[in-house]
């Protein structure tokens, strides 16, 4: 069956970069967009980044827009997060997840996905 499966979390000091990737097990339909989310101990799920089918539209929160790029590579069914300077607040459990036209807007809301990864940790400690 489909499926999202994260890769590349890991600890990591302050001001130093990660790349995540979500690959997708199987080609998924064009209108399938990507979104990338974090969730953190005590804190509500927060939407990070996402992409569309194209690569052409992307968005990314305000607190990592300066730092975070989204991109895609349709060869392998996979999309990447490049995390960089990052920052003891970036420390989560960072999830993918598909959904149909999902980045369309400004915001980046978990409703509107419905394909999720089961999650890989990023610590960023001194």
């Known amino acids: 069956q489909f499926e999202l499966v994260e890769s590349g979390g890991g600890l990591v000091q302050p001001g130093g970069s990660l790349r995540l990737s979500c690959k997708a097990s199987q080609t998924m339909p064009d209108y399938y967009h990507i979104g990338w989310f974090r969730q953190a101990p005590g804190k509500v799920r927060e939407g990070v980044a996402c992409i569309s089918s194209s690569g052409s539209t992307t968005n990314r929160a305000p607190s990592v827009v300066d730092r975070f790029t989204i991109t895609k590579d349709d060869a392998s069914n996979t999309v990447y997060l490049q995390m960089d300077r990052l920052k003891p607040d970036d420390t989560a459990v960072y999830s993918c997840?598909?959904?149909?036209?999902?980045?369309?807007?400004?915001?980046?809301?978990?409703?509107?996905?419905?394909?999720w990864g089961q999650g890989t940790q990023v610590t960023v400690s001194s």
């Open positions: 997840a598909s959904g149909i036209t999902a980045c369309v807007g400004t915001k980046i809301n978990s409703e509107d996905y419905s394909y």
